[in-house]
Nanobody
Framework: QVQLAESGGGLVQAGGSLTLSCVAA????????MGWYRQAPGNQRELVAT???????NYADSVKGRFTISRDNSKNTVYLQMNSLKPEDTAAYYC??????????????WGQGTLVTVSS
């Protein structure tokens, strides 16, 4: 059993900041790549940012320069610092992690999502 627990979503004014957290817990032998994705009503789920176990990051063009993804491997936690928020950032944000329960099998695990609403 592997679960991702997300927190930090909420309502914020345009131009404001918000930080999301995601903690992986359960039968984890290895926690590999982690990332954040988002989905707004009527839209497909899209990649926001990813980070490897070694700390290499990748960002969607729409958030580059405004968002920062980071992780604390000792805590099995990934963060998303969101600055200069825009109304178009409004979406349900989902944490994703590539997890191995045994060092051989790998599977993608999703969090339940946390809502971020940016008002204008």
């Amino acid at each position: 059993q592997v679960q991702l627990a997300e927190s930090g979503g909420g309502l914020v004014q345009a131009g404001g900041s918000l930080t999301l957290s995601c903690v992986a817990a359960g039968s984890i032998f290895r926690l590999n790549d982690m990332g954040w994705y988002r989905q707004a009503p009527g839209n497909q789920r899209e990649l926001v940012a990813t980070i490897t176990s070694g700390g290499r990051t990748n960002y969607a063009d729409s958030v580059k320069g405004r968002f920062t993804i980071s992780r604390d491997n000792s805590k099995n936690t990934v963060y998303l610092q969101m600055n200069s928020l825009k109304p178009e950032d409004t979406a349900a944000y989902y944490c994703n992690a590539v997890v191995s329960p045994d060092g051989y099998r790998y599977l993608g695990v999703w969090g339940q999502g946390t809502l971020v609403t940016v008002s204008s």
